[in-house]
Structure formats: structure tokens, C-alpha cells
T-cell receptor
Framework: GAVVSQHPSWVICKSGTSVKIECRSL??????MFWYRQFPKQSLMLMAT?????????EQGVEKDKFLINHASLTLSTLTVTSAHPEDSSFYIC????????????FGPGTRLTVL | DAKTTQPNSMESNEEEPVHLPCNHS???????IHWYRQLPSQGPEYVIH???SNVNNRMASLAIAEDRKSSTLILHRATLRDAAVYYC????????????FGTGTRLTVIP
């Protein structure tokens, strides 16, 4: 089956630093990638959608200057949390949709970010 | 986006069938019904999806009401590995085609 990987699986950083999370589709090309955030005991919240080679579309209430998304290739998207603060601590999950597919979407294992 | 309503939690005994309900009374004609599940500290996993007809795959069955205003995910024999949060999601392939997660149903499987 289609595999989506994320790196790192967890990261701890100091307040004010920036953190980059990578998302890769390992065995398919993903024209569209998604980033979600999940706080403890809550559901996933869609943060943004990105298409390869174009700017990401952010959901309402998500700061695009704080959460920088780059979808530079058909197999790689990155999320950079800039100037991270403790309230940014969360479980970040990426997802990828194969090119030409309307219904398939595969999720990565998630990255747990802890900001001290 | 059309909303879904699911019970917050359900319990099942191991090796017994489980029926997880989902109400989606405002479903539109272009909405597909998707089910995902999320095991603790993992990303969601696709389970099944359908439009109008009932669907079966190796993981589960999806029973869709004739008026499409509700559906039921059926796990034929629950195992301890099936303990997870199950999300019923409507996906509008005619629109943004994004997956928006609701609160889901937390399934506990009792040995």
C-alpha cells in the first residue's frame, strides 16, 4: 500500500526557534499534500492544502507566516513552524493524495512537537 | 461542509461484530462517505468509503442507508487491534475534496 513518511517523529525545541517537519510519499507521486494538527484528546484539524509547485492554501485561522509550507516536489512537502511557542506544541500529521485520485488519501505517522 | 454525527464512544467484546453508526442528514449528491480510524499516537488509516451502495473490503463493511442520511461501519470480528477512534467523514469530490475530521467514535474492545 501507499506509504507516507514523516521526519522527525518527535522533536523538542526551545521557545523562539524554528522547526522543520518533512513529509514524503514513498511509493507514489502526490500532487496534493495536506497538513493537520491535533491537540491532545482532540480531533485532527486541517491546517493547509498544498499542490506541487504552487502556494499552499491555508484554512481560516491558520497563520501562513507562522506555518510555512513548501511543496517543492511530487514526493516532498515541508512544514516549518517559525518562532515556535509552547502553544504550538501539538501532533502534526501530513497526508498525501496521489495524482489523478479523488478518493484516496494516505496519512503519515505524525510528528510530535514539544516547545519548551 | 456537510457534518456528521457519531457517538463519542462504544464498547465491544473481542471477536464480536461491531456496528459503528454515523448520521449525515445534510449529505449532498456529490459527497462520498469515508471512514478512517486512528490508533493511539498514529496517523489516521483509511478503512473504507462508499457513495450509494454497500461496500465490503478486507477490513470492514460499509452499509449506507437508502436515503444516504446515515451509514454504519461494520467490523465483523473485533480484535484488540481494532481499538481506535473511528471517523466518519463526508468528502465532496465536487468541491474542495478535503477531509475534515469530526470528533469520531472511540471504540474500546474488551478482551
Amino acid at each position: 500500500g501507499a506509504v507516507v513518511s514523516q521526519h522527525p517523529s518527535w522533536v523538542i525545541c526551545k521557545s523562539g526557534t524554528s522547526v522543520k517537519i518533512e513529509c514524503r510519499s514513498l511509493d507514489f507521486q502526490a500532487t496534493t499534500m495536506f497538513w493537520y494538527r491535533q491537540f491532545p484528546k482532540q480531533s485532527l484539524m486541517l491546517m493547509a492544502t498544498s499542490n506541487e509547485g504552487s502556494k499552499a492554501t491555508y484554512e481560516q485561522g491558520v497563520e501562513k507566516d507562522k506555518f510555512l509550507i513548501n511543496h517543492a516536489s511530487l514526493t516532498l512537502s515541508t512544514l516549518t513552524v517559525t518562532s515556535a511557542h509552547p502553544e504550538d506544541s501539538s501532533f502534526y500529521i501530513c497526508s498525501a493524495r496521489p495524482g489523478g485520485s479523488y478518493n484516496e488519501q494516505f496519512f503519515g505517522p505524525g510528528t510530535r512537537l514539544t516547545v519548551l | 461542509d456537510a457534518k456528521t454525527t457519531q457517538p463519542n464512544s462504544m464498547e465491544s467484546n473481542e471477536e464480536e461484530p461491531v456496528h459503528l453508526p454515523c448520521n449525515h442528514s445534510t449529505i449532498s449528491g456529490t459527497d462520498y462517505i469515508h471512514w478512517y480510524r486512528q490508533l493511539p499516537s498514529q496517523g489516521p488509516e483509511y478503512v473504507i468509503h462508499g457513495l450509494t451502495s454497500n461496500v465490503n473490503n478486507r477490513m470492514a463493511s460499509l452499509a449506507i442507508a437508502e436515503d444516504r442520511k446515515s451509514s454504519t461501519l461494520i467490523l465483523h470480528r473485533a480484535t484488540l487491534r481494532d481499538a481506535a477512534v473511528y471517523y466518519c467523514i463526508l468528502r465532496d469530490v465536487g468541491g474542495a475534496n478535503n477531509l475534515f475530521f469530526g470528533t469520531g467514535t472511540r471504540l474500546t474492545v474488551i478482551p
